[in-house]
């Protein structure tokens, strides 16, 4: 497994970001891994250009572009309707935002405010269906080729 990104900042100062990466849609086990427990979605998923970033103060920031099942898995559209970001800090899952809605098109994004540790080593954000937090359908974890 290999992350995105290093540990969080450890000055305190609230504007630094503990994460500011892309997102990845998930690929069914073992090509996207186990995350703090939570298993890859059971579909390929894919996207375009989405991004998140967690600042040290807990402002999050979400924006999601073509989140989707495609073909001939899927239809090419999404089927979840609401999705939550969730923060990983070592490996243990610490916040998630409120629920945020995705189009059909996959589009979607949110400005939230969670809790954030004060020491957030390898931080991940999974993308989870809001009905469904024991899967992630998008993260900022790459899958294994």
Do not use: K
């Not at 250009?49 to 103060?57: A, E, N, P, W």
């Not at 559209?77 to 899952?93: E, F, K, R, S, W």
């Amino acid at each position: 497994m290999t992350l995105t990104a290093g540990p969080a900042l450890a000055d305190g100062s609230s504007g630094h970001s503990v994460l500011r990466t892309s997102l990845v849609g998930s690929m069914p086990a073992p090509a996207s891994p186990v995350i703090a427990g939570i298993n890859p979605g059971g579909a390929p998923w894919v996207n375009g250009r989405s991004t998140v970033r967690v600042r040290q103060d807990g402002r999050v920031s979400v924006h999601i572009r073509g989140l989707v099942i495609p073909p001939p898995r899927g239809t090419g559209i999404n089927p979840v309707a609401a999705v939550v970001a969730t923060l990983v800090c070592d490996g243990m899952v610490t916040a998630s935002t409120a629920p945020f809605a995705l189009s059909a098109t996959g589009d979607g994004s949110t400005r939230a405010v969670i809790s954030v540790p004060r020491h957030c080593d390898d931080p991940a954000v999974l993308i989870q269906p809001a009905a469904n937090r024991a899967v992630y359908i998008a993260s900022t974890v790459e899958n294994d080729d």
